[in-house]
């Protein structure tokens, strides 16, 4: 597996994303909780380091499972949490962005993780809950850079972020990696990802696969067929393929589809293949 820096941390560049192993829609437990402990220990297993979470999913539920499942955790394992948001009883996301709200964030991710201290924590901006929106972000990152100063964090990062916030966060403290919406149809990002990958920086799509509605395109599956692969694996195949500094972190809560995912990572598009697929975002 090829790898990239998240700081000083070493990551394989396909993860995994855990917010699939909450219950419907991101709350409450798991539909098949034996399952989604599975799925996590087979990840790690087959080589994942890098898993993507949040204590508002569930809300608890998936820090909690991957503790359950992985503490221990390996020396090489990084864990990607993110802050910023609650949840409603209703499952709705709150935004929660004051330095109180984000300091108790930080320790509720460390109380159901069982760590001393985040590898990365995202600042999940919520200018905007749907997508990134302009809005200044100075107090966020100097919490969060205090926090960091506290031996808390070790990484800071930012989640559904305009270029000009990751520009302003830069400035303030290190950014580590960014995560935002990104794959083969929704590509708003294709500027900011070349711009991070010229400084080092990573980017981590959300929604690889497409999100809670999977993609769907006549051309990813007619090259999939072709490739004698998964539209799924395509896809993923493609974001590796479309810039070095892409880490992926694929959802499911499924031991079949995690390794067909992982199975990805060996996936080489041919020249055209890129090409038709590039073509899947001019025509959605
Ligand atoms: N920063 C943010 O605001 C933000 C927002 C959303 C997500 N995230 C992070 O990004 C990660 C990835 O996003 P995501 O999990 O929402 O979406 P995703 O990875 O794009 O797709 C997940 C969906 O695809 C299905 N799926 C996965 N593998 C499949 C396969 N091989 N074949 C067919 N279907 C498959 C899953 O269902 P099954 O469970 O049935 O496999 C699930 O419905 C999340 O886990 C989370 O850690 C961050």
């Known amino acids: ?129 749907m997508g990134p929106a302009e809005g200044d972000v100075e107090a966020l990152i100097t919490k969060l850079a205090e926090l960091r100063e506290r031996g808390l964090i070790r990484h800071i990062g930012l989640s559904n972020a305009t270029a000009a916030q990751v520009r302003q966060a830069r400035g303030i403290a290190p950014i580590v990696c960014v995560q935002n919406q990104y794959n083969l149809v929704h590509r708003h990002d294709d500027a900011l990802i070349d711009e991070l990958a010229r400084d080092g920086i990573a980017y981590v799509p959300f929604f690889p696969l497409g999100g809670f509605t999977p993609l769907q395109s006549s051309q990813l599956a007619e090259v999939a067929a072709q490739l004698a692969a998964t539209p799924m694996q395509v896809a993923l195949a493609w974001l590796l393929q479309r810039s070095p500094n892409i880490l992926l972190i694929p959802g499911t809560s499924s031991v079949a589809h995690l390794r067909q995912n992982l199975a990805a990572d060996k996936l080489v598009l041919p020249a055209a293949a890129v090409a038709r697929l590039n073509g899947v975002a001019a025509s959605a």
Request: aromatic share 6%; glycine share 8%; charged share 20%.
């Open 1 to 129: 597996m090829s790898t990239f820096q998240l700081g000083d941390l070493t990551v394989n560049r396909m993860g995994y994303g855990a917010m699939q192993l909450a219950g419907p829609h991101v709350f409450g437990p798991p539909q098949d909780r034996a399952q989604a402990l599975a799925v996590l220990r087979e990840a790690v297993a087959s080589g994942v380091n890098h898993i993507d979470t949040s204590d508002f999913y569930g809300p608890h539920v998936t820090n909690q499972l991957i503790r359950e499942a992985l503490h221990p955790y390996r020396d090489d394992l990084t864990i990607v949490t993110k802050i910023g948001a609650l949840r409603g009883s209703d499952a709705s996301w709150l935004p929660a962005q004051s330095p109180a709200q984000l300091e108790a964030a930080v320790h509720d991710n460390l109380r159901n993780l069982g760590l001393d201290v985040l590898d990365v924590v995202n600042m999940r901006l919520m200018f905007d809950v």
